[in-house]
Every structure is written in structure tokens, then in C-alpha cells.
């Protein structure tokens, strides 16, 4: 197709983003058609990438054909959505000030037109989603690229199969996903008062990501049980859900308003189901990080705070109380079976004392917390202290890919029933920043598979900075580690968060490692191969920017973590078509 001298066009990779910097590369683009593979109700994404030259262009609209296969079977346009990439600014060091600001489409933001200035990028973001009741076979279409100086579209053919298998819904699967979620910050943006804190005033710009969470695999539900168990790391306070207070007789008494509210918002979503055992309450934490706990004093009549050390009397004699009454509040809820007490990269020692009391308090039926732990633990084969902890993350940093220590936990952890996912955060490679290439998390997501473990944690859905939709940069991390997704705007009518690369790419990864298991389980013939598909994945090397930012440790690395993440999804994708033939040869 040749280029326009108005506006230039062709399809691009979701892979990685295109920025302002590298438009004289870009402008070399020049590819026309697209194919995929796809299962009964899944998705796929796609880019079309544009560039105008010397001068602006106006109205440039994207629109897309129905789909039809080679049997008449039609996939309406309604299905694909087409979604235009907006630019965010980043500082992309790591507690760096002096980094550059670098501008990155980071929010799949509006549909509709747009005009692009002379000498810039812009991007279209294209989801196409395969109905549940949809035929299968090779479907074809169109994307025609519109503008009011262009004299004659563009049009790109785009090809996708669908599989004669089903995608599997997250619910049927025993992927592990857990973003921990930021109500307070969500309130705070979009300027909730602390009367309409967790009414309905709240949960309307609450609902539909809590409903994208639910929808991709999420089941775990942050709940904070302590004021600021992070020690205010983030750009806003978390504020406890539960309120305490020290009454004039010196013990501690608990206001669960808040808590309930948001745990019941979770269940009507259908997060968590209680009556099912679905789902975790995940209530940080026994350990905040410096200890603290803020309670109003009666007797003074003023918020206050002690620091007691975990294991000592003072400390054993507090968290006694708390832990007794939320059991009972649990239990008169049917809540309790779901709920865990909570620990976020502790020391052994501390961790060790949390168990130790957790244990020691149960109900009617002896039955003590559920206990869970982010945690930094890196070898042996002594697991007699983490069996005592029902569910476990491994930050990515702390596991050695030359070593069957991780995997060998993980089998060990399944076959007693618990649950081992690892995490990535602040300083891992590859990992889901504002400056990752966004395959990054499908990686991540097949890597989570290679170790034998259950999921993937990642400790920030919605922790937004001030003003996200225009600068992601914050004082201690890299850009955006805080959070996938972003808000919609103060004034928006119709919308209330944004998706982005890097979440859709990890979702695609969820989608994918759930064929695998799919295919393991209902094809045993195939099994050791898929196996030995999964086991052969390469892991890249960490290195660091000249801010200090984590990223590919070369360009070999970077391009390793594409390759690799693109391999394995072709490869069960081929497993996929034998397993159809397979069964096809025994109807």
C-alpha cells in the first residue's frame, strides 16, 4: 500500500509501545495485513499505528467490517472495539528526579476522531472479542483508516481463526489472580467526601473496574485493618477499614462500617462468593510495616499510636483482641472462611510470631485465620514453617531460574492444597510499568506457569498519582508500578477508569496459561509435550537505565521476553489444532 504524504499507517505490535522519539523509524512501517488464532470467546488485540508529516491532520476516525468466515458465519462489528491511544508523561528513572520526561500511550483512552498534529505518532488501540456462541473457522475483515485530508482510505485485511475450542471462563480455572485494590484513592480522585465514603456515591466509580478485576480472573479483595499498613508509602493514605478505639476501661473495641461495605460491594459483584468458599479477603496486616497502630483514646479524646514489637505481651495482648472480635464479626457474616490475616515482606522473625498467634486463636470448630504473606524467600527445603502459611507470593527478584528450589515448593504447596504465586514489583524485569513493553505481563503470567505456581499477585491495581492522565511519575518507584489501570476523567459522563497495554497484554497471558492447563487437563496424550513447551521457557536478563529504572538487561533480553512469550502462545495454539484433530479422529 503506498503511503500517503498527508498521513502514514500500518498495522504495529502490541508488543511494545511507539513513541514521539522514534518517528523516523516508525514512518518506515509498512505492513498491511493481520492474522491471529483465537478460542470461542476469547479476545485479541491489535494496533494500527499513524504518522502525519509536515502538516496536521483532522478527523482521523478508524472503523471496522463485520467478520465472516468461509461458512457465511458472521462476527458483527459490534464485537471489535477501536480505541485511540492517549499519551501520559513518565519521569523514567527509579527515585530519580533528574530522569527525563518522557511522554508514553499508556491509556487505551476514547473512540471516535481525532486530530493529530504535524510530525507526531498516534495510535489506535483494537480489541476484537469472539462471542461465546461464535463458529468457528477463519474469519475476514477490514479496518478502514479515515481523515478529511486523506483522498483515499486506508484499509487494512485483517484475518483471525477461531479454534473449535472453548475459552475457558476465569471461574473454571484455578488461576490465582490478585491486584490489590485502592478505594480510598479512588475516592480521593474523583473527590468522595469521607461522609459518602463506601456509599453509593463511591461505589459508582467503583463498580466497573471492580468488575474488569472479576472479569479477568481476579479473587483476591484487599481489605486495610490498621491505618496506613504500608507507612503511607504510595502518593495517598490507607486509611483502616476498621475503626479502633480504646474505650475508657483500656480495651479496644471495633467499628466494621466501612469493611463490611466493601466486602459486600465484592460479593454482589461476584469477587467473592462466601457460600461457595470462592475468593479471599486479604486484610493487611498483623505487621504493618512499621508496626503502628492508630486508635481513638476515649480517655484522651484524641486519635493515637503505639509501635509494639511483634511477639511481645503488649503486642500478643492487642492483636488477642482484634483477632477474637473480627472472628466472631467474620462468623456472624458467613465471611470467614474466605478471610486471611495478611503480611507484606516481613522478616522471618515477625512473621514467625504472626503465625504463632494466629494459631493460637479458633473458633467453636478449633479452626484458626487463614494466614497469607508477600515474601521474599529465596531457597531450601525446609518448608515446615511455610506450610503453616495458606497462601504464599515470591517476589520475582527472589527467584533463581537456574534452580528447581521455587518449582519444587510449588509442587510441594499444591499437593497440600495450598496456594504459591509469585509477584512483581518496584525493581523487577520484566514487570507491568508505564515504560514496560506491555507483553512483558504475558510473559510474566507464562513464567508464573514455568514455576508450577497458581498465579500472579501484583500489589497495585488502582494506587493512581495526582493526576495520572497526565503524569505518571512518583517519588519512589518506577512509573506507573502503581497501578494498571487509570481513571477517567473528573468530568466523564459515561466512564469511570481506562484500560491500558500492559493490563490487556496480561490478561491475554491469563487467557493463554488457562488454554495450557485446559489442554493439559483434557488432553493427557498431550501433556508431557505441553510440559515440555512450558518448561523450555527462557527467562531475560534484569538491567537497569541510566535512571535506575529495571528494564532488559540488553536489547537481546528485550527481544528474548517477546519471542519467548510469542513461542509459547503459538505453541499451544498448534497444541491446540492437534487435541482438535485428535478428538476428531475418535467422534
Excluded at 473449535?164 to 476465569?170: G, I, K, R, T
Excluded at 496486616?285 to 505481651?313: C, H, L, M
Excluded at 510441594?412 to 510499568?433: A, E, V, W
Excluded at 508464573?448 to 505456581?453: G, K, P
Aim: proline share 4%; hydrophobic share 35%.
Amino acid at each position: 500500500m503506498k503511503k500517503d504524504t498527508i498521513l502514514g499507517a500500518s498495522i504495529g505490535s502490541t508488543d511494545f509501545h511507539y513513541l514521539q522519539k522514534d518517528y523516523d523509524e516508525i514512518k518506515k512501517l509498512n505492513l498491511n495485513t493481520w492474522n491471529e488464532v483465537a478460542w470461542i470467546g476469547d479476545e485479541l488485540n491489535s494496533k494500527i499505528v499513524m504518522w502525519t508529516n509536515s502538516s496536521p491532520v483532522n478527523n482521523v476516525t478508524l472503523s471496522s467490517s463485520d467478520f465472516i468466515n468461509e461458512n457465511g458465519d458472521l462476527i458483527s462489528s459490534n464485537n471489535i472495539k477501536i480505541s485511540w491511544l492517549k499519551e501520559t508523561l513518565a519521569n523514567i528513572g527509579r527515585s530519580n528526579p533528574s530522569a527525563p520526561l518522557e511522554p508514553f500511550p499508556d491509556i487505551i483512552h476514547n473512540s471516535g476522531s481525532l486530530n493529530i498534529e504535524k510530525n507526531k505518532i498516534a495510535s489506535a488501540w483494537i480489541n476484537i472479542k469472539i462471542p461465546r456462541n461464535a463458529k468457528p473457522g477463519i474469519y475476514n475483515g477490514s479496518i478502514e483508516v479515515t481523515a478529511d485530508e486523506l483522498e483515499k482510505a486506508y484499509t487494512f485485511d485483517y484475518s483471525f481463526e477461531v479454534l473449535n475450542l472453548v475459552q475457558p471462563l476465569p471461574r473454571e480455572t484455578n488461576t490465582q489472580i490478585e491486584f490489590w485494590q485502592h478505594p480510598y484513592t479512588i475516592a480521593r480522585y474523583y473527590k468522595i467526601s469521607k461522609e459518602d465514603l463506601f456509599t453509593e456515591k463511591h461505589f459508582k466509580y467503583l463498580k466497573d473496574n471492580l468488575k474488569e478485576y472479576r472479569n479477568m480472573g481476579g479473587r483476591g479483595v484487599i481489605a486495610t485493618i490498621v491505618h496506613e499498613a504500608w507507612n503511607h508509602q504510595s502518593y495517598d493514605s490507607d486509611p483502616s477499614m476498621i475503626k479502633w478505639r480504646k474505650n475508657s476501661y483500656g480495651t479496644f473495641e471495633f467499628d466494621y462500617s466501612h469493611f463490611d461495605k466493601w466486602i459486600q460491594l465484592n460479593i454482589d459483584l461476584g469477587i467473592l462468593d462466601p457460600e461457595k468458599g470462592f475468593g479471599q479477603i486479604k486484610c493487611y496486616s498483623i505487621v504493618p510495616w512499621n508496626n503502628r497502630i492508630q486508635y481513638f483514646n476515649e480517655a484522651t479524646n484524641k486519635e493515637e499510636a503505639i509501635n509494639p514489637n511483634p511477639g511481645s505481651d503488649l503486642w500478643i495482648n492487642i492483636w488477642t483482641q482484634f483477632l477474637t472480635s473480627f472472628m466472631s464479626h467474620l462468623e456472624e457474616k458467613g465471611w470467614f472462611n474466605i478471610t486471611y490475616i495478611s503480611m507484606d515482606e516481613r522478616s522471618m522473625d515477625d512473621l514467625k510470631a504472626c503465625v504463632d498467634l494466629i494459631e493460637s486463636i479458633t473458633n467453636n470448630s478449633y479452626e484458626h485465620f487463614k494466614i497469607s504473606s508477600a515474601m521474599d524467600y529465596e531457597s531450601g527445603n525446609d518448608y515446615s514453617f511455610l506450610d503453616r502459611i495458606d497462601d504464599i507470593s515470591i517476589g520475582l527478584s527472589h527467584i533463581n531460574h537456574n534452580s528447581n528450589d521455587m518449582k519444587n515448593m510449588a509442587n510441594h504447596r499444591q499437593n497440600l492444597g495450598l496456594l504459591t504465586t509469585i509477584y512483581t514489583c518496584t525493581g523487577d524485569y520484566p514487570s507491568s510499568f508505564t515504560i514496560s513493553d506491555p507483553i512483558e505481563g504475558a510473559f510474566t503470567m507464562w513464567y508464573s506457569l514455568y514455576q508450577n505456581t497458581n498465579g500472579f499477585l501484583r500489589w497495585s491495581w488502582d494506587g493512581w498519582v495526582e493526576n495520572p492522565l497526565e503524569n505518571v511519575s512518583y517519588k519512589y518507584w518506577e512509573p506507573g508500578d502503581p497501578f494498571l489501570i487509570y481513571p477517567a476523567e473528573k468530568d466523564s459522563i459515561d466512564k469511570t477508569f481506562y484500560s491500558t497495554p500492559r493490563l490487556e497484554k496480561l490478561k491475554e497471558g491469563i487467557r493463554d496459561i488457562n488454554k495450557a492447563k485446559y489442554l493439559m487437563e483434557n488432553a493427557p496424550n498431550l501433556k508431557n509435550s505441553i510440559e515440555n513447551l512450558i518448561n523450555s521457557l527462557k527467562r531475560p536478563n534484569k538491567g537497569e537505565n541510566a535512571y535506575d529504572s529495571a528494564v532488559a538487561a540488553s536489547k537481546e533480553d528485550r527481544d528474548l521476553t517477546i519471542s519467548e512469550a510469542k513461542r509459547m502462545k503459538k505453541g499451544i495454539n498448534n497444541f491446540a489444532r492437534e487435541f482438535i484433530s485428535l478428538t476428531m479422529k475418535t467422534l
